[in-house]
């Protein structure tokens, strides 16, 4: 019989024992969630909840101790379950989540936290009354990649961030309710908001649905600062070949992040820069090109690193790197993004208020 | 003596001797021009105009028979050059051109083909009135690149061209007094004119004079076509490495053409289908991946082709393919371009009449 | 209980039931003959052996239903199991194939066949004796890649084969008993002689032990084939960057093959040709460069592919691709290679029989 | 009228004056010497000599004031001319560069300094003699790329060189009288002297005439250097595509120089060590991976600077980088190259000389 919980957040277990995790949703990201869990020390999965039998058979024949069902409640009625993740598709991430957080867990909930900003901070509302941890599964913001640019851009290593030209497309897959930007959008538009820690004031999208009727498949998203850093995102299902192609122009240096390269990052130590500040106006600029440096980057997989966070953080540890108040920006930015697709034209991402963090 | 001549266009002299041409601006492109005017057996290159004695020197060494001068008067004033062929910047595009158009000139002039449409079609009326050849030089209409992708796409091959996605970015060389856009975008908007013969309707755009204020050096071009097509267009003087790469998405194939590659035209039979056309509503997709093919391209340098189809049109062939309207087109798209960045919002491309040509 | 065989091979089992096999060795390679064993429905993995305790356990995490021993006479002792699946280092192939067969086991061995050709023909005696099927584990023989490029060869398409040229290079890992000819080459060798259908007559060879003095890890292999063809085998366990590149020339095309590229094979429609036969003489030779294609390839996984052909073979289908000749042969170049390298000149791979196949 | 010389180099002429040069051989590369001395503000190009008219009418084409000549004579009759620059088919090296010598002028000749050891080695006789410059055109002895990477191995950041292993391919252009190792070998070969500065004790070559009988346009040489270090080289001209590709592995460090590409050098700071010296015994060895470097490279055209090392030589300064001695080593490897070739097995550089320079 355990203790009575003294506070709030992960008080009501031994904080060295493995967090105690019920999985739902066993479709493409699911049985990723479930291997890296089994593999941490600070980690256990009870039990797993899906609606396909099949699904649940297959999980099983790897990992006969799980535990199967079809019926989320029983993870929710589990007192031994501290925290549920959530994999299933957008439209189920709210009622899952805020059911989940209702019933005391803590809820790790894969992108986008939410399909409106509203549910987003209900769920918010939610988590910080029950006081437990609602984390999305922002998982570029643990890419070893993406947090060494980060770093150069914290540093001011890369100078002023001129802009950011980013590219993420292959040939499908299409999802039936989400469009590209939902689908894809939050990859891009987390880690803008992570390295240049800056909520984009407008926004300007432009997009087709190239094969449902509706349902963008390709989106031209134009995003515009408030510190003058400009940013375009470019998503596609439809592509002759696999891109994920990010370039940050710095005034220093300039930076390109490929995934699909076996040297993800290279660092351009090149610029412009006017031949002499007093005849400015003369226009005289010097290009520089100096050395290109692919530095070496850590091998960790970085949602092993995510569920670490998430563990850490309901046994007591800070906030969590991809935090609920980042997830709801996010959703933010995809609802203005849809607004300036449905208008045709520019639009604030927050109505009026403040766009800075 | 010559003979009187018979009817307008290149009357004035006997049709299979080469053509007499002037050239005035010996910048950057100016020398290129001369090299290939004087390989061309349709041409004659006589003199040479340019404000600095520096390049009149330097071309003199290379081609001592030329006539050099400081002054553009002296090019219209000689009978026997029949043809001038304008490199200069593009602010004296129209004064230089109209002026020899008036000199009763056929001219031959850098893109852009004036830096206002207005300007534009004021060369257009001055050219008919005179029965003389006024040619924009849209280079990449000659390459054979360009071409086989246009061949693909009027033949049916592509199928339906859902979008075009285009990056043409590198290290400099901004221009004091035109935007990238003006600078690069004449590029990108001729070929995509060229490729679809249709106007966009409706422009949306985004830059960023990132290190003169007030001369963007980095633009994100949105493109939507009355046909469904979409198009965007990336500029930039600021870059870590050098792209020309152009994505063309058809419903049937798709293409890659990279004008840096040693392939540069590469064919993709891949693609998207419903599964099953009646249970559409179901998206049941199917992704076909197939072979890839880099075609054999000719090698002849576009130039070299321009050029002589200029000499063949003042000799009484055809219109030029980089025709005058193509040329005006092109600077109302810019124009447009610039309405857009201006005003934050999309904007149509022409004011109300029909955008179809 | 049993029916008496009437034949020799497959005989003791139902034609159509799963094969039953033992696999021994849990190290790089062994888990994953487990996991396409699992996959198959032709095969039935009944129990595992490898000296390691740890490598025994982890297996059994993943796959309860398996037996697990320390000791591999338990599997030949086992009647129920037909066949065994060797994944051992090189030197212990020779003794725990022969106990197998001579248990009256199937024997499926990883490359190379034995550590000496000695050894790998008392294999093949000892198979053919007990009517057992013995097969080495040459997976490249089932790569789609490698067999579209057999087709090409076969087919006349390449014209006549001039010469191949590879390189299988990356850094590490340094076997502490082999060195890099007899870690990598197998691949190499085997490929060439599935492509080529004909064993060289002579080979030369020059290495280095830079790391571990005595045991080559970098070596370059000439080889001269009777039909005139020559080829060339680099093989590194020291190399910037990991290559794994083909280049095969025929007399009508050529074809790059490389295994790290997300388009293995390349084929480029070159090559040169005496401008007119009649003056050969002059040496007027004409240069064709035309497509260039990238074919689609199965994605199927070779290892699958050749379990399948392993269990095929012992139910009663013909010979095993990667038949226990060819992995005699690979043993004899490979043998030829290490007397080159220790005399410093060419020798001849087979004393003095024919080296026709 | 000229003041008597008083000491044998380049006394006869003002020391500051440039040098006055006649070029013989004006097919593929004679043309760039003549541009590039052209440019020299220490060379003047006085006389061209060419067999072919044509060549010589395209020459004063663009030069006007060239004298130009059939007959290599006038070159050596005119007292004005100092040196010789030589760019004809290699057969002709050694008699036009005699009698240049004898008549008392400097030399520049292209690679390979002369068709055999014996004559290259009169031809340094005779400089001596003279008190001439006698300068092999080994061009790549001057590029930015080799000189950084002789820099790194001379200063000792690769550590010791294990091995160079480099490919030199592309398609065409077949030489009628002369094999891919006396036409594409000179670069490699002299790359390989001027980076180790040691002569291979021993070569093993392979080779095939694909295309002509008897000349090879394909072959694989293996380099055995007294210091242990090994090196190989590929040259051929049938290839699917050109490769320029160089590894160099070192104990410390690791390079590929790759003059095809943007970035044409490469250092990887990879290498494998011993994990404890004291128990290398037991092989248990760690790989490291670090950053990769391209480092900026100047971008000076290596012929310019050559042309300039041959002027100051000539005008008293130090012996030329590419030194007749380095030019005779060339030639005597390619010597033993094609003994290897011819006897089929392994041969001394040298017969018993020391091999050390």
Chains 1, 2, 3, 4 share one sequence.
Not at 81 to 101: D, G, R
């Amino acid at each position: 019989m355990r203790a009575a919980p003294s506070n709030g957040r992960g008080a009501e277990s031994d904080i060295d024992a493995p967090v105690r995790i019920g999985v739902v949703g066993l479709g493409y990201w699911g049985p990723n969630l479930v291997r890296n869990l089994q593999e941490l020390p600070c980690a256990e999965v009870i039990a797993v909840c899906d609606q396909q039998a099949d699904a649940l058979r297959r999980i099983a024949g790897r990992y006969p101790a799980l535990q199967t069902t079809t019926d989320f409640d029983d993870l929710l009625r589990d007192p031994t379950i501290e925290a549920v993740a959530i994999a299933t598709p957008a439209s189920s991430h709210f009622p899952l989540a805020a059911a989940a957080l209702k019933a005391g867990k803590h809820v790790f909930v894969e992108k986008p936290l939410a399909d409106s900003s509203k549910a987003a901070r209900e769920l918010i509302q939610l988590a910080e009354e029950r006081e437990r941890v609602l984390m999305p599964g922002h998982t570029f913001l643990y890419s070893p990649a993406v947090n060494l640019i980060r770093d150069l851009i914290q540093s001011g290593d890369l100078g002023e961030i001129y802009f950011i030209s980013t590219s993420r497309v292959n040939l499908g897959l299409h999802q039936p309710d989400a469009s590209v930007v939902w689908d894809l959008g939050p990859h891009d538009l987390s880690i803008l908001l992570y390295w240049l820690e800056e909520l984009p004031q407008q926004v300007s999208a432009m997009s087709r649905g190239c094969i449902i009727p509706d349902v963008p498949d390709v989106a031209f998203i134009s995003l515009m600062y408030e510190s003058g850093t400009i940013a375009h995102v470019e998503l596609s299902w439809l592509a002759p070949s696999k891109l994920r192609r990010t370039a940050i122009v710095g005034s220093e240096k300039m930076v390109v992040y490929d995934d699909t390269s076996n040297e993800p990052v290279r660092i351009f130590d090149s610029g412009v820069m006017p031949r002499d500040p007093e005849t400015f106006g003369e226009y005289q600029l010097t290009y520089r090109t100096g050395d290109i440096i692919s530095p070496r980057l850590d091998v960790a997989e970085p949602i092993y690193r995510e569920m670490e966070d998430f563990c850490a953080s309901l046994r007591g540890a800070s906030a969590t790197r991809s935090s609920a108040q980042l997830g709801l920006q996010v959703v933010e930015i995809i609802e203005a993004i849809d607004r300036s697709i449905a208008s045709g034209r520019s639009v604030d991402t927050l109505p009026r208020a403040s766009s800075r963090r």
